[in-house]
């Protein structure tokens, strides 16, 4: 599996250092590339340089929320085609299911679980 993943570029736009530093870490466990985008404003911007295998997109952000973040993607045609997976802190079943409801592929509540993180991310794009 870790060979498959090698090849890999996660867009990770978290604002939050320490959940960034998290993901990160996990993803680079398996030689997984990330981009880090600190903001919506700076995801739209990374896009324009880069296609992801996967966009993991925390839903609360300041300015651009997450939610912008998805719209955007969807209304672009380079960018539609972009797997996005809804990450935030604020879990509940409501806002599983609207993330799931805009088009996102999967939510991961937070904290993540470390143990099975990039196995489920593996899931979700399988």
Avoid: C
Wanted: glycine share 2%; net charge negative; proline share 5%.
């Amino acid at each position: 599996m870790k060979r498959d993943l090698a090849n890999w570029t996660v867009l990770l736009v978290e604002d939050e250092v320490d959940a960034q530093d998290v993901v990160t870490s996990l993803l680079h466990q398996y030689d997984i590339s990330v981009a880090h985008a600190y903001s919506g404003e700076d995801a739209l911007m990374l896009l324009e340089s880069t296609h992801p295998t996967v966009a993991i997109i925390d839903l609360a952000l300041p300015a651009m929320d997450g939610w912008q973040v998805l719209a955007a993607m969807q209304s672009d045609p380079e960018w539609a085609s972009i797997p996005a997976i809804a990450m935030t802190a604020y879990h509940s079943t409501h806002v599983a299911q609207e993330a799931i409801k805009a088009g996102f592929v999967a939510y991961f509540p937070k904290p993540i679980n470390a143990h099975t993180f990039v196995q489920d991310l593996v899931s979700v794009l399988s």
